[in-house]
């Protein structure tokens, strides 16, 4: 986040069709993204681990 740059999301090949993606505010990259500074908003991502036995770990960060 500091070099103001997001990885894609890792495997993602194509959205559900059967999920609304145009009504939510968020996506998925499917590429590098690069920039995000200079607006107003801070910049945000979420990290998500998906382990054995059913556990599910989400980390939410946003700039300082």
């Known amino acids: 986040m500091q070099a103001g740059v997001f990885p894609p999301t890792l495997n993602y090949r ?7 993606w145009k009504d ?6 499917r590429s590098r993204l690069i920039g995000g ?8 991502f979420q990290v ?3 382990g054995f036995g059913g ?3 989400v980390v939410q960060v946003e700039q300082a």
């Not at 194509?14 to 609304?20: G, K, L, T």
């Not at 939510?24 to 990259?29: K, T, W, Y």
């Not at 500074?37 to 945000?44: I, K, Q």
């Open 37 to 44: 500074a200079g607006t107003a908003c801070p910049r945000r």
């Open 55 to 57: 556990s599910n770990y």
């Open 24 to 29: 939510r505010a968020s996506s998925s990259l």
């Open 14 to 20: 194509h959205p559900d069709p059967e999920s609304p």
């Open 48 to 50: 998500n681990a998906f």
